[in-house]
């Protein structure tokens, strides 16, 4: 069989599609927040708790999904899943007010939390240490892509064919994915369609891994995983609220109307999708140019990031929802490069067969995190404003950052500035 040049990158390409179809499912919600707290007369503290009830059944599930793709793969696991969380987002179509919708976000939350476990294992496996934190930006773009579509198709299903076939059409996208995913998909070793020069190039890479798989308690136990699972602690809720709360704080507070939340509302995700591929080539170019350890490349783009989160904290003392939506943007960018770094610091540090176990419990602790904080947002938001939330979000992430570089003092890989080839691409 002919084998492909570069099947690594098609390999990820095909992650960030379906991370593409999991956020375009769960940001319909986001989107359509003004239409529905009407039409099913919610108040914005039922809205946070339908939001918060995605936000648990995923918190939970993360580390279970993780150890179920360690446990039967990620060709079975992954499609499996996208089967289940497209059938979930169908279903949204039935609810007839915030408690059923409340509980398929539930179920939604237990199917869609796959994704990131999944993502990273497929970088643990697939790339050399010089390049995973490339493949971390553009599988971790699909994130952003996802809700950067999700307003413009959600708002124009809606607005044509009523509200019920946003969640049926962002739904079934899902079994569409899931039947490329495992039509296509095999790891490395099994693949016939890469070649031997590309398996060495991945090999030889590499840090060899441990010769016997840890258990979950001595993995949990490690300094390195708290810190990736502190720092996506305080990072989370700034992605979470964008990207449920950014619709309805628009039409509430700044007075936009649908079709303006439409036209403006994918921007910051825009800004994020170039802010998670500028944090995968920013580590190799500090590695290069300024020879900075693995580690500690990854690190100054987490602080670099964390800095510029600054500029959201701010939005609620800008007049113009012209400058609010320019802040967003910033937040999207800064957020993404934190979570692209982050992520990829988990396969930097870990062997491949824990990875998604490690994802899995680091995304626990994120979606705590953005769980508690939109539970926040909806018990405030009327009565304080969202000024000082959108503050706290800019000092969380400088929190994340410290601790970061603390915990992680002293934690290397056999990796060396000489060995990064800056001009990684798709292509090579």
Not at 111 to 119: F, L
Not at 223 to 241: G, H, L, V
Not at 379 to 385: V, Y
Request: one cysteine or more; glycine letters at 10%.
């Amino acid at each position: 069989m002919k084998t492909i040049i570069g099947l690594r990158w098609w390999i990820i390409a095909l992650v960030c599609a379906g991370t593409i179809v999991n956020y375009l499912s769960r940001n319909a919600l986001g989107v359509m927040a003004p239409q529905l707290t009407q039409l099913l007369h919610m108040s914005t503290k039922q809205y946070s708790y339908v939001v918060g009830a995605f936000q648990v059944g995923y918190t939970i599930m993360q580390p279970v999904c993780g150890l179920i793709i360690d446990l039967i793969g990620l060709r079975l696991g992954f499609a499996l899943f996208a089967c289940l969380w497209s059938l979930t987002g169908v279903l949204h179509g039935f609810a007839t007010g915030w408690l059923s919708l409340a509980a398929l976000r539930g179920l939604m939350g237990l199917t869609e939390a796959v994704a990131i476990p999944a993502g990273m294992k497929v970088v643990a496996e697939w790339f050399p240490n010089r390049e995973k934190s490339v493949a971390v930006g553009y599988f971790n773009a699909g994130t952003s892509l996802g809700s950067l579509l999700a307003p413009p198709l959600v708002v124009f299903l809606s607005l044509r064919y009523g509200w019920q076939s946003a969640f049926a059409v962002t739904g079934a996208l899902g079994f569409v994915w899931a039947a490329a995913w495992y039509v296509l998909y095999r790891s490395p070793a099994d693949h016939a369609r890469i070649s031997a020069a590309e398996r060495e190039t991945i090999v030889s890479g590499q840090t060899p891994g441990a010769p016997q798989r840890r258990s979950i308690r001595e993995v949990l136990r490690t300094r390195r995983f708290w810190a990736i699972a502190q720092a996506r602690f305080f990072a989370e809720p700034a992605w979470q609220t964008f990207s449920f709360w950014i619709p309805l704080y628009l039409a509430t507070q700044r007075h936009m109307d649908l079709k303006q939340i439409a036209l403006f509302a994918w921007l910051p995700f825009l800004a994020a999708d170039l802010g998670g591929l500028f944090g995968g080539y920013l580590s190799p170019f500090l590695m290069k140019h300024l020879r900075i350890p693995l580690i500690g490349s990854r690190i100054a783009g987490v602080v670099l990031g964390a800095f510029m989160m600054i500029g959201p904290a701010c939005i609620g003392l800008v007049a113009s929802p012209y400058q609010a939506i320019a802040l967003f943007c910033v937040g999207g960018f800064a957020h993404q490069m934190i979570s692209a770094l982050v992520n990829t610091l988990a396969a930097d540090v870990f062997d491949p067969s824990e990875v998604g176990t490690v994802a899995g419990f680091a995304g626990m602790s994120a979606w705590i995190g953005g769980l508690g904080f939109s539970l926040l947002v909806g018990a405030l938001a009327d009565t304080i404003g969202y000024t000082p939330l959108f503050g706290a979000l800019g000092a969380f992430d400088l929190i994340g950052a410290t601790l970061l570089i603390i915990l992680m003092r002293g934690v290397k890989r056999d990796v060396r500035p000489h060995q990064v080839d800056n001009n990684a691409s798709p292509a090579a």
